[in-house]
């Protein structure tokens, strides 16, 4: 019995690493994907999502988990049950549309496996890691003096150029003694809420975020700047930082960056831009000057994506100098490199808070190998453009009103045609009757205290046509459900 066992155990482990049986369901996988995008890209009446009650969801998984359904049957319900992004109706978060050569250097990453922390096991990838990010750091302004890596995700990122600037700026060394001052940051109250969060991993607490409030326009009031720190100073509070928004979350509004940079300048502060969503205008010779300054910066963050049409997670994080970008960990770790202290950017562990960090820039790479950068600047000025038609269209109807004039293209909206619902009340359940339907997928945010129904144009596949039928299909749902 125990020698069938084993026999049997050898022959599922040789079976999981056969080539041909890779090759036969890979091509099927494959088919089955490209169907799906069709389908999902020429069909209208194709659902972008197929909403199921979250326990509902639940229950058809451990249902399938115990059945004897095959993977690629597994695959094929995995698509059904799950969001379409590439379905031009989709304008909800703020998700990339994968190009969809970077999804099979997916594939090739998986299979390869290789970390990226010490060089033997990711040489490929670190020495194209460093093209892209001296791209990035180029299209940024920068110098030859800067450098930068890729992380996962603009949270991971921004929390890292925050410690590179409590290294920077601090009065006291804290990686090696602790806190020894009250530390504090200035940010707009906009700002995405990473910041927040790692300001308080930082171990500033709430007090030593400083939210400056935002001008008609949401973007921070720089005519604030001083009495806040002034302020701030006042309490104890040693300011380290000061952080621009390119653009911000809700609204999409871009701070204005040299204003930003000459404060800094002026109070010896570390200025980071959190360019996430909004950075990506730096390809773009259109869309560019939204981010005058940003060349000043300390350092830079920048999601491949979110407009960089890359599958997530994959953020760009450039230091205009390139020391800033070592001093931040430097710590002992014999049983990887021979010498902490050494600056070598082909062991991005000593970087970042990753060691075993996936290939990610084979992705971007790929896209640009493929299509040339220009294909960057093409999706950002199509997205942008798609934005100012919309909110053109939605500032002409009687039934809608625009929140605030887009920037980028993020946009935010409500229906007001109704004398017998409260606003905010009125628009959830119309959000929520479009997620129900399945026709459009757009989510929701709160500006002033105003609900909002929010869309972000993410697909370049996404038409004029798709955004009027929005406005119909709110319109026939308030009409329908009597709202």
């Known amino acids: ?118 060089y033997e096991m990711g040489m490929a990838a670190n020495a194209i890691e460093k093209i892209v990010t001296d791209l990035l750091a180029k299209k940024i302004g920068y110098t030859s003096e800067a450098s930068g890596f890729l992380t996962s995700g603009g949270t991971l990122a921004n929390l890292t150029a925050l410690l590179a600037a409590r290294k920077a700026k601090a009065p006291s060394a804290v990686w090696e003694l602790g806190h020894q001052e009250k530390l504090a940051i200035m940010v707009s109250e906009e700002a995405h809420y990473c910041i927040d969060r790692a300001a308080r991993i930082l171990g500033f607490g709430s007090e030593g975020i400083i939210k400056v409030p935002v001008d008609d326009h949401f973007k921070i009031n720089t005519g604030l700047l001083g009495e806040r720190l002034d302020k701030a100073n006042s309490e104890g509070f040693h300011v380290i930082a000061l952080i621009g928004c390119s653009c911000s979350t809700a609204t999409g509004s871009y701070d204005d960056l040299d204003v930003l940079a000459d404060f800094a300048d002026k109070h010896d502060l570390w200025f980071h831009v959190d360019g996430a969503h909004g950075g990506a205008v730096v390809f773009s010779e259109q869309h560019k000057h939204l981010v005058k300054g940003i060349s000043r910066a300390d350092s830079v963050v920048v999601d491949f994506h979110k407009m960089l049409m890359t599958p997530a997670l994959n953020t760009g994080l450039v230091f205009k100098k390139a020391e800033n970008a070592y001093k931040t960990f430097e710590q002992q770790a014999q049983y990887l490199w021979d010498a902490q202290h050494t600056r070598e950017w082909f062991n991005s562990g000593k970087r970042t808070f990753e060691c075993t960090k996936f290939m990610m820039a084979i992705k971007v790479y790929a896209i640009l190998k493929t299509y040339g950068e220009e294909i960057f600047e093409q999706n950002v000025d199509k997205l942008y453009k798609l934005a100012m038609v919309f909110a053109r269209k939605i500032e002409a109807h009687p039934n809608f009103e625009l929140a605030i004039h887009p920037q980028s293209n993020i946009i935010n909206f409500r229906y007001i045609h109704t004398e017998e619902k409260d606003l905010n009340t009125l628009n959830a359940e119309i959000r929520q009757a479009l997620i129900l339907s399945g026709k459009f997928y757009i989510v929701q945010t709160r500006i002033g205290g105003k609900l909002y129904l929010r869309t972000t144009i993410m697909n370049p596949l996404t038409q004029e046509a798709d955004l009027l039928g929005l406005l119909d299909e709110i319109e026939r749902i308030v009409d329908v459900l009597g709202l």
């Open 1 to 118: 019995m125990q020698m069938q066992h084993i026999t049997h155990t050898t022959d599922i482990l040789e079976k999981a690493y056969d080539p041909s049986d890779f090759r036969k369901v890979g091509h099927q996988l494959v088919d089955m994907i490209a169907d799906h995008l069709e389908n999902v890209q020429s069909k209208k009446n194709h659902p972008v999502l197929l909403y199921q009650d979250p326990e509902d969801e639940l229950a058809y998984w451990q249902k399938d988990f115990a059945s004897d359904s095959d993977i690629l049957e597994v695959f094929r319900n995995i698509l059904g049950h799950s969001i379409s992004v590439h379905h031009p109706r989709y304008i909800g978060h703020q998700v990339a549309v994968p190009a969809l050569v970077a999804s099979l250097s997916g594939l090739v990453s998986d299979m390869l496996n290789n970390g990226t922390g010490v």
